[in-house]
């Protein structure tokens, strides 16, 4: 998610208080690309809570030099720079970048696509409850029409609402996220079909699809969730289309990028009461421009991208990064692991 959570104070939680946990499956590189052990950086600025995730993962913190092996970046706008660092530096084996979806670094990962190394991780998985948990709200939101109840200013006497028990979910995406989204189903005894890049099976899902089938399992779902990554080819990859093949009464919920959905398809099928609404924490344009159609919509719920909250994140990332840490001190796999060519 596009946060900058090393800004964000470590917050504090009770013992008897749980707290997130990450949503992954460890993934460890080839021994040819697995990075050499040596001093950390974290740039572009420094973040306290994040220094001491380094520290307690056994690291040893340094300047950005050419002695540097691991670069912990905290910034999604600072692209232009890290791409100036990796250039100077030569020496940085390995990338901790913070987020799960790393589209904005996909130009400077691509130019060492062909290279073993720099080893680049993300946060993906690590933010997976907050984000699933704040999909099933806007679902369940769109199904008991909120977008609509919350702008009335009279009571309404025309009953409305669809239960989400039993009802057929199509979640795009097969990581964390969408992994922790068929959890929390669960208690609804919804029927998942999963659509990702290949037909292998997810476990919990009751078919999986490979993305190209995604036209055939649309005209039955009643609610879809858009949590994929963002790619070349996944831009767009809902259109007006998509939004003709949904039933009226389905409803789309993005918690990924806003780019995966064309808005002016999506607007218009809105409009034209093609699909039931759409809850999206990610919009395209991101921030959405005032005045914008989707705010006038009485079908469109839209929060500010903030699936996961900066304090919510912090503690997430810093427990990744105290794993990675391990992991470069050669102590376990790396997890979140990004193929710098598919961008993801």
Avoid at 31 to 59: F, K, L, M
Avoid at 159 to 171: A, E, F, N, Q, T
Avoid at 265 to 291: C, K, M, Q, S
Wanted: charged residues 20%; glycine residues 8%.
């Amino acid at each position: 998610m596009s946060r900058e959570p090393a800004k964000a104070p470590a917050p504090e939680q009770s013992e008897s208080r749980r707290g997130h946990r990450a949503v992954v499956t460890p993934s460890a590189p080839s021994a040819q690309s697995r990075p050499t052990p040596g001093p950390i950086a974290v740039g572009p600025d420094e973040a306290p809570h994040i220094v001491d995730a380094v520290t307690e993962g056994g690291g040893t913190l340094g300047p950005m030099d050419d002695d540097t092996r691991g670069l912990v970046w905290l910034s999604h706008r600072s692209v232009d720079e890290l791409d100036r660092v990796l250039t100077e530096h030569p020496g940085i084996e390995w990338v901790q970048l913070p987020m799960a979806g790393v589209d904005m670094f996909a130009p400077v990962m691509k130019r060492y696509a062909d290279q073993p190394r720099p080893l680049w991780t993300s946060a993906k998985g690590a933010y997976s409850e907050p984000v699933a948990e704040h999909a099933l709200a806007l679902t369940l939101a769109l199904l008991r029409v909120f977008p609509e109840r919350t702008r009335a200013t009279s009571w309404a006497t025309e009953p409305k609402g669809i239960s989400l028990y039993g009802l057929d979910v199509v979640i795009v995406g097969a990581g964390g996220i969408a992994l922790e989204i068929m959890r929390l189903l669960e208690p609804f005894d919804a029927r998942i079909t999963i659509v990702r890049r290949s037909a292998d099976p997810v476990d919990g899902a009751d078919r999986t699809v490979p993305a190209s089938s995604l036209s055939e399992v649309l005209p039955t779902a009643d609610v879809v969730i858009v949590a994929a990554a963002m790619t070349s080819d996944t831009s767009k990859m809902f259109g007006a289309a998509e939004f003709e093949a949904m039933k009226s009464t389905a409803v789309l919920v993005n918690i990924a990028r806003g780019g995966l959905v064309d808005t002016d398809a999506l607007v218009a099928a809105l409009d034209a009461g093609a699909i039931w609404g759409a809850g999206l924490d990610v919009t395209d344009p991101e921030p959405l421009p005032d005045g914008h159609p989707l705010w006038m919509s009485d079908r469109a719920l839209i929060t500010p991208h903030q699936a996961d909250t900066p304090e919510m994140v912090a503690p997430l990332l810093a427990e990744r990064i105290r794993h990675n840490v391990r992991a470069l001190g050669g102590e376990g796999d790396f997890i979140g692991v990004v193929d710098p060519a598919a961008g993801y």
